[in-house]
Structures are given as C-alpha cells and as structure tokens.
C-alpha cells in the first residue's frame, strides 16, 4: 500500500501503532474532509496482518464523545468535546485506550481485544500535585516495562510523565510527576525543544521519546536509559513539511518482521486540519541514532510501478501552491495548478526492457480553459533529465505524449507551465491551468 496507507478516503492522524500478535493495529484522531477544527468525536482502529501490509481493515468507531448513529457517547457524563491522539497498550491480558480529549479530563478504557470498541474504565485519578498539564494529560503516551511498571508522557509545550499504578492503569502514582522530561530551556533551539505529540518506546535497553517539536513539521526523538527521564535529544525522523504543505506532525515507531518504520501523517484539503496516515522505512545506527528520512510515495510498497494507473494524490512533493483536495468520496484531485508547480513521486521501477527507447505518457486532467504543458523530469525537479513535454488543451481529458523511456529505479516529477508573455504574463501566473487526477506510463 502506498502513501496514505490507508484507503484515500479515511483521515486518521496521530497515528500511534502497535503490533499485538500477528496484525498492527493503528490508533490516531479522526479528521474530517471539509472541517475548520482538528479531529473528531468519535475514534476508529485500523489494523493489518503483519505478513500482508497492503490490505488494512477498519474495525469502526472504538470510543466516542458525542452519540453516534450505532454507538452512543462514552463520556456522557462529563464531556462532549473533540478527542485527540490516542495511544493503546495491553498489559493483565487486556488492552487500555488512553484518550486525550479536549479541554476536558482525559480518560482509559479497556477491551478484551485490541481492536476494542472500548468500554470507560476511569477518568485519571490523581492528586492536584502529580498532575501536570493541569491534568488534562494532552496527547499522552504510554508504556508498560518489562518489569510490570508502567508510565504516562504527555503535555503541551512543556514535557511531563507520571507513573501509572499497573493494576488500575488509570490512578498516578503519589509523587511520581517529572516535569519536563525533555530539557525545555528557552535557550535550546525551538526545532528541539519539547511541544506535545508523546510517544514512548523502549527498544534494547534504552527508551525513546518522539516528540512534536515547537518549530516546524517533524518528528523528533530523545532518549534515555531510565523511563523516568530526563531524555536528551537525539536528532529528527522525519519533516512533513520538506517540499509540501506543512503542518503539525504526530507519529511513532514501531517494528514489524524484523523492518521499522515511522508512522506519521500529511496534510491535505488546503488546510491542516485533514491528514492522512503515511509510513517510511527507518533504520536505527549501533549508537542508537535514527538518520532522518525523506518524505516518499511508497508506503510499505518496495516500489511504485509506473505501468498501472497511480492517483495523483499519492505525491509526495507538492511545490509552488497546488495542493490535493477532496471534491467527493471518489475523487482527489491535485488542484490549484499553476504556473511552475511541481508535483513529484518516489520512486517508481520501470525495469530493464531495452526494446524501445521511448515510452508513452498519459495524464487524466480536468481542464480549466487554458492551454498549458507538463514537463516530465527523472530523478531531481530542478536539475534532473526532462524526458518529454506533455501538451494540455483546455478541456477534460485523456492527454498522452511520448517521451523519453526510463529503466531502473527513479523518481519522477511533473513541472506545470504556460507559455504567456507580456503584459498578460501576471493575469495567467494567477491562474489555475488544470487538476490533475491520475497518470500512468506505457511501453
């Protein structure tokens, strides 16, 4: 499956994943297509068998703040408002949903099986005193050690973590807030300083803390060798914001076959309150490091193939204003196309036939009144080979060009341009030349 990983229709950001017997379950917010406000009231739980990481299935709605038409609110009680970034752990042989909800004391509950649905447990219990994040406990994280203890990581704009009692899984242990975990100074760079997005993992002997940052669009990561910190850090995973849409970030690790990835989100709609799921291969260094990885189309998928029909919307760069966006259920479009927008995707295999030295390139588009062209370029937007030139009209359509053919492993990229000069030059930079829905190569 390649970026998003899950059907294009589906938006669930924050995606915490975790392997729990033979399939990986993903726990994250919901977004909504055309909504001005972050998330939802109700959370859905995704999983895939670990041997089969191209088919993933929905379990449906896990907890809710608000009735649904099925499933009526689970925090009637105390709170209706939006519920953000999870994170799920087992431990007595059941499975604990830590929710974050809005404004509003968070709160766990449990099921026999890790795809839920949920039934509330506990609102936290605490002491005013070990409560940090006036208890509200934002975008928390757990983890149960191999010692039976377990541990709460959470905040906003400030790092703090609690001990859970392990029985209950919902009380803090009397006296155990660490606050911050992550070194906060104002003189450490705002690219490392500690803003919210909780993640820990402990992987070997040493633990890990994946963190939003409070300058830019990554993941950044710390660590430790104790769980209750204090946690250094260590370097970035990922920026979702390098050549696309920028926006928060929220994700995790997690090792699945023996491969890791990170999990982490991208934004769509012209906004950044619709993400999508995506993944990348990550590997760790004997020093425990992680080196930093590109944004890519491929998701889990070794590779792209150029010779079946890919959906635009999988890009993975997005450059000069164009952007995806969701027109119905069916359909998202790369929109907003305008005069030196780039559109890009890693990496496709076109093989080794050496039977032609050239091959076709077709494009469905929705045209939008304007002649105009796209230049298909290999492996580097700015300096790589361009391949051929594909001519648009100004209708709906199919439009093919041949081009230059391609062996091997490459990327590829789509430059957008008109030809207008003079004075109508500024009136047609403005202009949006055509959407673009899907392509595919042909030999």
């Known amino acids: 499956m390649p970026n998003p990983i899950l059907p294009l229709w589906e938006y669930i950001p924050d995606g915490e994943p975790r392997v729990f017997g033979d399939r990986v379950y993903l726990y994250g917010s919901h977004d909504r297509a055309s909504c001005d406000k972050f998330c939802d009231y109700k959370l859905k739980v995704w999983s895939a068998s670990v041997n089969d990481l191209n088919n993933w299935q929905c379990h449906g709605v896990s907890f809710r703040t608000r009735d649904g038409a099925e499933h009526k609110a689970d925090t009637a009680e105390w709170t209706d408002h939006e519920l953000y970034a999870p994170d799920c752990v087992t431990n007595h042989g059941r499975y604990y949903l830590y929710t974050y909800i809005v404004g509003s004391k968070g709160c766990v509950s449990v099921s026999d099986h890790p795809e839920g649905p949920f039934t509330l447990l506990s609102r936290y219990e605490y002491d005013e005193a070990d409560a940090g994040d006036d208890g509200i406990y934002n975008d928390c994280g757990v983890l149960v050690d191999d010692d039976g203890k377990a541990y ?7 790092s703090n973590m609690n001990e859970l009692d392990a029985e209950s899984m919902y009380k803090i242990v009397r006296g155990s807030l660490k606050k911050p975990v992550i070194d906060d100074r104002e003189e450490i760079p705002a690219e490392r300083r500690f803003y919210e997005a909780s993640s820990p993992r402990k992987i070997g002997d040493t633990y890990y803390l994946i963190y939003s940052p409070r300058k830019g669009s990554r993941l950044a990561y710390a660590t430790s060798k104790s769980p209750t910190g204090p946690f250094e850090y260590r370097g970035y995973i990922i920026d979702n914001g390098v050549d696309y849409p920028a926006g928060n970030n929220h994700g995790s690790v997690c090792q699945i076959n023996g491969q890791w990835y990170v ?3 991208r934004m769509t709609n012209n906004t950044i309150m619709s993400r ?31 010779y079946k029909q890919t959906p635009a919307e999988i890009a993975c760069v997005l450059r000069g204003g164009c952007y995806i ?27 080794y036939d050496a039977s032609d030295n050239t091959m076709l390139f077709c494009a469905k588009v929705r045209g939008q009144g304007t002649n105009c062209f796209i230049d298909v370029i290999a492996d580097d937007a700015d ?12 209708s709906d359509g199919v439009y093919k060009t041949r081009i230059k053919k391609l062996t091997g492993r490459h990327a590829v990229f789509f ?15 403005a202009k949006s030349l055509f959407d673009f829905e899907s392509f595919v190569f042909m030999k």
């Open 263 to 265: 999990f982490y989100h």
């Open 276 to 306: 999508r799921a995506c993944v990348e291969k990550i590997t760790f260094l004997e020093d425990g490091t992680i080196p930093p990885v590109e944004m890519t189309s491929l998701g889990f998928e070794e590779s792209l193939d150029p």
């Open 325 to 351: 966006t969701e027109t119905d259920i069916f359909t998202r479009p790369i929109v907003n196309i305008k005069n030196g927008c780039i559109m890009g995707y890693k990496y496709f295999d076109f093989g």
């Open 152 to 158: 709460i990581y959470y905040g906003f704009e400030h």
């Open 383 to 394: 300096s790589g080979e361009v391949l051929g030139t594909l001519e648009i009209g100004t």
């Open 415 to 429: 430059r957008a341009y008109h030809t207008v000069e003079g004075w109508m030059k500024p009136a047609y930079d």
